[in-house]
């Protein structure tokens, strides 16, 4: 796997979890007045299944290559 791929998958951890605090700092300062949480745990939902659909299509056209124990 290269270096580019390597850092895609870290940049989209990286957006999943900024995400997942801005959802949740919204949920605290917003107190269900706006829809800021949604929309914030939406793109990381969206994130987090494109990554995962990446890693797959990485996975079966070989450009990532899994290893076990």
């Known amino acids: 796997m ?3 791929g390597k850092i895609l998958i870290i940049a989209f951890l990286i957006a999943i979890v900024w995400n997942l605090g801005a959802g949740f700092y919204y949920m605290m300062t917003d107190k269900g007045r706006s829809n800021r949480t949604v ?3 939406s ?5 987090s299944v494109l990554l995962i659909v ?3 299509i990485g996975m079966l056209t070989g450009i990532i290559q899994p290893h076990g124990l």
């Open 2 to 4: 290269s270096m580019t």
């Open 39 to 41: 929309r914030a745990l």
């Open 43 to 47: 793109w990381r939902i969206g994130l």
């Open 54 to 56: 990446l890693i797959i």
